[in-house]
C-alpha cells in the first residue's frame, strides 16, 4: 500500500498464478492478509480504475474483462474472505466456481 503497482512477469510472459489459468488471464496480487480487513481504499482503487483502465486502452486486456477471486479457481481462501466479498461488489466480478478440479461458469463472459 505504498501509492505504486509493481510489474511481475509482465504483459509479454505467461505468469503462474493460477493453474489452469494463466494462459487465459492476467493476475494480480494485493500484498497482505485480507481475511478480516481490506486493503486500503487508495490500493484497491490503483488497481481497479486506474490500471484495468490503462491495461484495457493499450490493448493489454479485452474491454469486457472479468475480475475474479483466485478462489474461483483453486480450492484457496485466497484473496482473503473481506477483499473477496469487497470485490464481488465490483462491477467486473463475474461468479465463477470451482468444484472438484472443474470449473464451472455461472455467468458467461471473457475471462480478465
Given amino acids: 500500500s ?12 505467461q505468469g503462474a498464478h493460477t493453474k489452469g489459468q494463466n494462459s487465459k488471464g492476467y ?10 480487513e ?3 481504499q ?5 488497481v481497479k480504475e486506474t490500471f484495468m483502465r490503462c491495461a484495457v486502452a493499450n490493448n493489454r486486456i479485452v474491454s ?12 484457496t481462501l485466497c484473496p482473503g474472505e473481506r477483499f473477496f466479498n ?4 465490483w462491477e467486473a466480478f463475474r ?3 470451482f468444484l472438484s478440479g ?8 471473457h475471462v480478465l
Fill in 38 to 40: 481490506l486493503p486500503d
Fill in 102 to 109: 472443474n470449473l464451472w461458469e455461472l455467468v458467461s463472459h
Fill in 64 to 75: 469486457d474483462y472479468a475480475v475474479q477471486g483466485h478462489r474461483q479457481h483453486r480450492p
Fill in 86 to 89: 469487497e470485490i464481488k461488489t
Fill in 2 to 13: 505504498d501509492g505504486y503497482i509493481y510489474e511481475g512477469r509482465g504483459w509479454f510472459w
Fill in 42 to 46: 487508495a490500493t484497491m482503487e490503483l
Fill in 95 to 97: 461468479v465463477m466456481m
Fill in 27 to 36: 493476475g494480480v496480487s494485493f500484498i497482505g492478509n485480507y481475511t478480516s
